[in-house]
């Protein structure tokens, strides 16, 4: 006769035998911490654990010590045109740091929608989340939004080329700001992350959240941007922070050859097809100390002419990441 094994057993007739580590047989008969668990999997090398982020708090008062003020802002928009598109939420969080780049505490948060003037494509909402009905009747709040913004000395914005010119044709309280972009004035690269998009940042740096919408985007940049596990001090805010205070040279090669087109977009040149007020040419964004070695390829690759004077425009964060 065949032998049938019960695959029902109860736990008296067929006892569980715990293996493992030693610390893993004291707690198998008590429940694990929250802490342990986590401790445990990782020393496994088998796990990766991702903690939630959670916003951090606004204090009371700000604490001595941080006299400047920072915004991390995002917006989410009808499309990627600044001169037809929307914007349909704008999130900002701001926060106190001191020249070394150290950060303090957060000291205003906003954030809200605004029903756009014609639907929002379909796209947009599989992007973002929001949808025709949760703008409805919606408008951002000036009031609250300037209270928070009018006091920045630094207003960041991870992919500022994105967010400035939609933020200074929203509302004149961005004029005049400082911008510094967290994509291109950090050298993530260099920090071990494998990518610049927010989802991988936040990713490696241990935590995940709730994207694409503004506020937790805002609360999630300040976590990366706070990360401190190289040197001491040297945070990629306190990197970003020293990047926006340097100038930047644009030069446009204006009136190039038109057969030197492709050793220009080699080498990094952009076209402007001037309808944005620049000059009609390709040009490039330069560190200030990288002027000279750059005219003198200009004047001997392409120009070939060493009396060339291609236009140069100097820019500060006043002035980057306009439109």
Request: glycine fraction near 8%; charged fraction near 25%; aromatic fraction near 10%.
């Amino acid at each position: 006769m065949t032998q049938q094994f019960d695959l029902f057993v109860s736990p008296e007739a067929a006892p569980v035998k715990v293996t493992g580590s030693p610390a893993m047989k004291r707690h198998s008969q008590a429940a694990l911490s929250e802490d342990e668990m986590v401790r445990h999997l990782q020393e496994t090398g088998r796990y990766r654990i991702l903690k939630k982020l959670e916003p951090r708090p606004v204090p009371a008062s700000a604490r001595p010590g941080f006299p400047l003020r920072g915004v991390i802002l995002d917006t989410e928009t009808t499309g990627l045109n600044h001169r037809k598109d929307e914007i349909i939420e704008i999130g900002a969080v701001a926060f106190t740091f001191n020249a070394a780049g150290n950060i303090g505490d957060v000291m205003g948060v906003y954030g809200g929608l605004q029903q756009p003037s014609v639907p929002i494509p379909p796209e947009i909402t599989r992007l973002t989340g929001i949808t025709d009905e949760m703008v409805a009747g919606q408008m951002i709040d000036l009031y609250q939004l300037r209270a928070v913004v009018e006091p920045a000395d630094l207003v960041i914005a991870h992919n500022a080329g994105f967010d400035r010119p939609f933020c200074e044709a929203f509302s004149p309280i961005f004029t005049g700001k400082a911008w510094a972009c967290s994509v291109a004035e950090v050298d993530w690269s260099a920090r071990g992350f494998e990518g610049t998009k927010l989802g991988y940042l936040i990713g490696q740096a241990g935590y995940f959240h709730e994207g694409h919408r503004a506020v937790d985007d805002c609360f999630a940049l300040l976590e990366v941007l706070a990360q401190d596990e190289g040197e001491p001090g040297q945070t990629p805010f306190s990197e970003l922070y020293e990047t926006s205070q340097r100038s930047r040279i644009r030069i446009f090669a204006e009136n190039s050859p038109f057969d030197m087109k492709d050793h220009l977009k080699a080498r990094g040149y952009r076209w402007s097809d001037g309808s944005d007020g620049r000059p009609k040419s390709w040009w490039i964004e330069l560190a200030e100390d990288a002027i000279d070695d750059e005219l003198r390829y200009l004047r001997s690759e392409i120009y070939r002419w060493d009396e060339a004077d291609p236009p140069i425009k100097r820019l500060t964060a006043f002035d980057r990441f306009k439109a």
